[in-house]
């Protein structure tokens, strides 16, 4: 464990902090008073987290919604790729989740790739990726993606600087190639402050049940905090186009993000019964275009 990390959460324990879990979701860090620690409010837009009955109600409409574009796309032969990017413990699973809860598994996945094998070092980069793809009526859900070489990659330096600059001058054709193929690409980055990124790490070593979620490489990520500001903020600059641009969530507020998320991305297609009271354009407070928050 990183020296940072460690000393905060033996200063925890020391003063009796510990986790309350919300029915398995969102754990709180809570103080011997019984307080919760509330870093998630640095830096967000809103005062209060999305209540959860209000949480319930939307994440259910939203999911009945993605059952009507799924049969959509199945009927239509469409298909879509999602892609969910972001810091260490910034939600992007837990978004996932909600995506997949109810949807048809036949004509859905969920790609989480492991490092590259001996084979796959010797391929062309993006060729462990394409053979995930969808076929006509799928969906295909990235848990991380090909930016692994813009993030983690550029700042551990797990790949060689050659090798940084022909991926983001590759990029982009290839997803114009993707794109012009017939399958959208939606490209999220899930968005989440320092503060609240360590109380994140801090439950998952408190809490036994989520001491599994901690890696040496998130707790490596806290140390190289100004590092990955730099990749994210030069990959904006350099891999958001018009064609495929990034959309940002602010995920603090989980629940805010999930719902965010879902419904960004049913709003970009006029599906088969598309419900306009559930579905409509995100929270701009909570959603912003890749290039645009740059520096924020």
């Known amino acids: 464990m990183q020296n940072e990390l460690r000393r ?8 009796g902090f510990s986790v309350r879990d919300d029915h398995g979701e969102d754990p709180d860090l809570i103080d011997i008073e019984g307080k919760a ?14 209540d959860r ?12 919604e993605l059952l009507k574009f799924q049969a959509w796309s199945k009927d239509n032969g469409s298909k879509h790729v999602i892609v969910f990017e972001g810091r260490d413990a910034a939600g992007k699973g837990g978004t996932i989740k909600r995506f997949q809860e109810y949807i048809n598994v036949r004509n ?3 790609v989480a790739l492991n490092k590259p094998s001996d084979r796959e070092q010797g ?17 295909v859900m ?19 600087d050659e ?11 290839f997803e114009q190639l993707v794109v012009e193929s017939g399958i959208s690409l939606t490209k999220f980055w899930f968005s989440v402050t320092r503060d609240e990124q360590r109380t994140r790490f801090a439950i998952r070593q408190l809490d036994p049940v989520r001491r599994w979620k901690l890696s040496e490489m998130d707790l490596e990520s806290l140390e190289r905090w100004e590092e990955y500001t730099a990749a994210k903020e030069e990959m904006f600059l350099r891999t958001d186009t018009d064609l495929t641009p990034w959309t940002t969530i602010k995920s603090n507020d989980k629940k805010r993000a999930r719902i965010n998320a879902m419904r960004f991305f ?3 297609f006029e599906y088969d019964d598309k419900d306009t009271q559930v579905v409509f354009p995100a929270d701009p407070n909570i959603v912003q275009r890749g290039k645009d928050a740059v520096g924020d």
């Open 8 to 15: 905060y959460i033996d200063r925890l324990r020391a003063e």
């Open 37 to 50: 620690v509330n870093t998630w409010r640095k830096n967000y837009p809103y005062d209060k987290r999305m």
């Open 53 to 64: 009955a209000t949480y319930e109600v939307e994440k259910y409409l939203l999911q009945i």
């Open 108 to 110: 859905a996945r969920v």
């Open 123 to 139: 391929q062309w980069y993006f060729q462990r990726y394409i053979r995930h793809f969808p076929t006509a009526g799928e969906l």
């Open 142 to 160: 990235f848990d991380r993606s090909w930016y692994n070489r813009a993030g983690v990659e550029r700042v551990m330096g797990f790949c060689t």
């Open 163 to 173: 090798e940084y600059e022909q991926f983001v001058t590759q990029v982009p054709m």
């Open 266 to 268: 049913l709003n970009q």
